[in-house]
């Protein structure tokens, strides 16, 4: 079948490209992200498995997420937690995001197959997602983002390219942003970036067939309709957090601050020195090579071969910049510098928007652009499976820690083996240093807040457990665990140097 509309190496029909977008993106999900299905704990699912009946919902009102507060109002009153929903989460995230990807690009028989698909595999398979999946707690927020998103997606597009009850739609995905950044505020990164793509990609592909229009009233059409879009849900964001915060009757956590003037050259110089750790640079959760390959996939997308080409390259160099920006906002304006890879999960979709802009390009220009890409897909899989596996190994190590030192301590001191003071306690384990990094797989015996629930996972008992670093003096010069000398004795607990 012949399609007259078709570009250059897209005259034969192929597979719907809706379809392949989903089945690509679907299988990179689940190959490099599967073992999230099975039980882990991060540092924040021990404290929600012990929490108090009292719940999260003030915690996550302070921080201004009010959508979150509302799950877990639900949850507690169900006697259930977010990591009840941990299997059932996975599966939705999956479901959801697929469907707001297809809202987003809304792949069509124009476009090359290789390169849509090339494009759905990084999106599914990039690990800086995969700090998400390791945090089996944030699984059930992270669904619901999406399925936000997808609504507002959907009903934006319809609105701005049908004019179908245009008022009443664009009431309804302000409302639907709104709800998704109370369950995540990176959602504001999604739906900015997603009104972006929309209004650059029609004419994008009008250029590839032809037209002359000029480019700057249609530039400054999406980088507007972008920035109303950021207003509309910021400030939707801003009343929603001020008016949960009120009847909550709690107070700003110091991550929901914004930056501060004086604080605008370092974070400057803050962003700068992190655009090579995110193009090229390795760090644990994601190396060099995959890195490398999808740099060199997306400038070889982007180079302009024939005159055809030339002026929609500069709306997708407009598209890729801009996105860029809006992917690092939450790290321009927070008063905390805190770039971990969860915090960075929008870098993948600038990426996958150039590809996608890009795929009605020559034949053979995308077809080296997509297999450098799926290249660099197969590499986040791996990666995405090592960074769970290690989460496997640091929770075997940290139970069994766990459990040896209850039980040493049981024998020592029976009658106050019940409460303990750690000393010491290390972030990482020296046969796999290269687990961790900001947060993500931490042994718990390192953090405060996790340390007694840690304990009483492992025991199955209700321990008195806390972190002691202004112990350090007790434990100077003594043995370290298991040694006899490392437990201690005092007039309230025992302190165990480790």
């Given at each position: ?27 990179a999900?689940l ?24 719940g999260l ?17 639900i ?30 690009f ?28 390791t ?11 999406f399925a ?29 942003g ?6 995540n ?9 997603a ?7 029609a004419p ?18 999406a ?5 109303a879009?950021?207003?509309v ?5 801003l009343?929603?957090?001020?008016i ?30 992190l655009?090579?750790t ?31 080409h ?12 801009t ?12 008063g ?15 990426f ?7 795929s ?9 652009s ?10 986040f ?41 750690i000393?010491?306690?290390k972030?990482?384990?020296a ?13 718990a ?13 492992a025991?199955?008992?209700d ?33 165990v140097?480790?």
């Open positions: 079948m012949i399609d007259a509309t078709a570009g250059i190496g897209s005259k034969v029909a192929g597979p719907s490209r809706p379809a392949l977008f989903a089945l690509a993106y679907a299988s999900f190959c490099s992200k599967y073992l999230g299905l099975s039980t882990g704990y991060a540092l924040d699912d021990y404290a929600v498995s012990h929490t108090s009946p009292e919902a003030g915690f996550f009102l302070s921080q201004g997420r009010y959508t979150n507060a509302v799950l877990d109002t949850l507690r009153a169900s006697d259930l937690n977010m990591t009840s929903f941990s299997v059932i989460a996975f599966i939705a995230t999956l479901i959801f995001s697929t469907l707001f990807y297809l809202a987003v809304k792949p069509d028989s124009r476009q090359q197959p290789s390169i849509i698909a090339a494009a759905a595999a990084l999106l599914g398979a990039h690990s800086y997602y995969t700090e998400y999946i945090f089996r707690q944030s699984a059930l927020p992270m669904s619901v983002m936000m998103l997808w609504v507002a997606a959907s009903q934006y597009r319809i609105a701005m390219f049908t004019a179908d009850r245009r008022a009443v739609r664009l009431a309804v995905a302000a409302a639907a709104v709800i998704a950044m109370g369950a505020q990176l959602a504001l990164c999604y739906a900015a970036i009104v972006l793509y929309m209004h650059l990609a994008v592909a009008d250029l590839r067939e032809g037209s002359a229009a000029p480019l700057l009233p249609q530039a400054a059409k980088i507007s309709l972008t920035a879009c950021g207003f849900l910021s400030a939707g964001n009343v929603a957090a001020m949960g915060r009120m009847v909550g009757h709690v107070g700003t956590d110091g991550r929901a601050t914004l930056v501060s003037a004086g604080q605008l050259p370092e974070r400057a110089a803050q962003l700068m020195e655009m090579p995110l193009l090229i640079k390795a760090e644990p959760i994601a190396a060099t090579p995959a890195k490398v390959l999808l740099l060199l996939s997306v400038l070889l997308a982007l180079l302009p071969f024939g005159r055809a030339v002026r929609g390259r500069l709306l997708v160099l407009l598209f890729a910049a996105a860029w920006g809006i992917a690092l906002l939450p790290h321009v304006v927070s905390t510098w805190w770039p971990v890879p969860r915090t960075l999960v929008a870098v993948p979709m600038v996958a928007g150039v590809l996608v802009l890009c009605h390009a020559g034949q053979l220009q995308l077809r080296v997509a297999g450098l890409s799926l290249a660099a897909a197969v590499l899989c791996a990666h995405s499976n090592a960074i769970l596996i290690n989460q496997q190994r640091v929770n075997r190590w940290d139970i069994a820690q766990a459990q040896d030192i209850a039980s040493r301590v049981a024998e020592r001191f029976p009658r106050k083996h019940a409460k303990l003071a000393v010491g306690g972030w990482s384990y046969v796999a240093p290269q687990a961790a990094q900001g947060d993500m797989n931490l042994s015996l390192s953090v405060g807040w996790a340390i007694d629930p840690l304990f009483d996972e025991t199955g008992t321990l008195t457990v806390r972190s002691a670093p202004e112990l350090a003096e007790t434990c100077a010069g003594k043995p370290v665990f298991p040694s006899p000398e490392s437990t201690i004795e005092t007039a309230d607990e025992i302190v140097c480790l």
